[in-house]
């Protein structure tokens, strides 16, 4: 699967030409999931204001020409639905100014998430969501996932990682209300299942659903940790979710993550056998053959590749050679295919 990766190109949220290039070159290139990237439910729902939406009908056209050219590539098209919450409302990461921007540079006010908490002494202080206001959270969730369906998409992720809105409320460093969405496990899951409940319900049931968690956040004992995630993929998984994607961090800026080769597969492992649910895993998975290795061990259902395609958007066609393994490329590529007469 192609992991979800921002590119902060868009105007407006509208989908562009380099969307469909960006995209339609890993379907070309073999991806057997094509997973847009985090796409905001709500004009105040993003990182920044370049990026992707979801937010109003006239975003679907172009979406869907989007969805159906990765389908037409023989790879299933999904699209991650998404709220920045307290990390809204920034410049984008290569930018020379870093933080919050503000109305000159197209930001807005106010940003919102579970409390007035900022992520960082240059993000925004956010404004606490009001229970009217939750409600109003779930709704642009449920509207999203509609608009997703009518554009072709056949798998919709819901984005519960990464600092952002849902893993917000699941945190204890940024949730600290004192009402049913705070304090207590239970409550702080409140929202993030609402959501789910709620997309599932109009998602048809033959159509997979997708959570990415940020499986920990790297500081215990105050942050969300591994076995809250696992509590958590349980109960996700009675609820209609069929595949836990399992990232993690992003909860604060001073985290220290030991990032290496597959550093996050033991997540996707317990989650995967402790919760008796589908996971994928992403994180440093750069090699055809440890990629296959851990699918042939068992530690996850599907491989979430990232970066690596971003180096290279046909590393399946790449890997499935290494791997001495028959896959089909374009019949428009079948003179540079191992086997030409095994085209789609």
């Not at 642009?140 to 893993?167: D, N, P, W």
């Not at 990032?259 to 992403?282: C, L």
Request: glycine share 8%.
């Amino acid at each position: 699967m192609v992991s979800p990766m921002c590119q902060y190109s868009y105007e407006d949220g509208f989908s562009n030409d380099w969307h469909l290039v960006h995209l339609g070159s890993r379907a070309v290139g073999g991806a057997g999931i094509v997973m847009v990237e985090a796409t905001a439910i709500e004009a105040r729902g993003r990182i920044t204001p370049q990026d992707l939406g979801i937010w109003k009908d006239e975003h679907i056209p172009n979406l869907q020409r989007v969805a159906k050219f990765i389908e037409s590539q023989g790879a299933v098209p999904g699209i991650q639905l998404a709220h920045a919450g307290r990390k809204a409302s920034t410049f984008r990461p290569w930018d020379v100014r870093k933080g919050a921007c503000d109305g000159k540079d197209g930001g807005w006010r106010p940003v919102v998430a579970p409390s007035p908490t900022p992520f960082a002494d240059n993000y925004v202080l956010p404004e606490a969501l009001s229970i009217d206001g939750i409600k109003g959270m779930m709704d642009s969730f449920v509207k999203a996932a509609e608009r997703a369906l009518r554009a072709g998409f056949r798998i919709v992720e819901i984005h519960c990682a990464h600092g952002y809105l849902l893993h917000e409320f699941l945190s204890p460093i940024a949730n600290k209300r004192t009402d049913m969405y705070g304090g207590s496990f239970e409550n702080r899951i409140r929202l993030p299942l609402e959501v789910v409940r709620a997309v599932r319900n109009v998602w048809p049931e033959h159509l997979p659903v997708f959570t990415r968690i940020s499986s920990t956040d790297w500081l215990e004992p105050e942050g969300w940790a591994l076995e809250q995630s696992v509590k958590l993929a349980r109960i996700l998984k009675k609820e209609g979710i069929d595949l836990i994607d399992c990232s993690s961090g992003g909860m604060v800026p001073y985290a220290k993550i030991p990032a290496g080769p597959g550093y996050q597969v033991s997540f996707s492992e317990r989650i995967h056998k402790e919760a008796d649910i589908m996971t994928g895993t992403v994180g440093i998975i750069t090699h055809a053959m440890q990629a296959e290795t851990i699918l042939l061990s068992g530690q996850a259902s599907v491989i979430i590749i990232a970066r690596q395609f971003l180096r290279d958007p046909y590393w399946p066609l790449h890997a499935a050679a290494e791997l001495k393994e028959e896959i089909e490329w374009p019949c428009q590529y079948h003179l540079a295919s191992p086997t030409p007469e095994h085209c789609r």
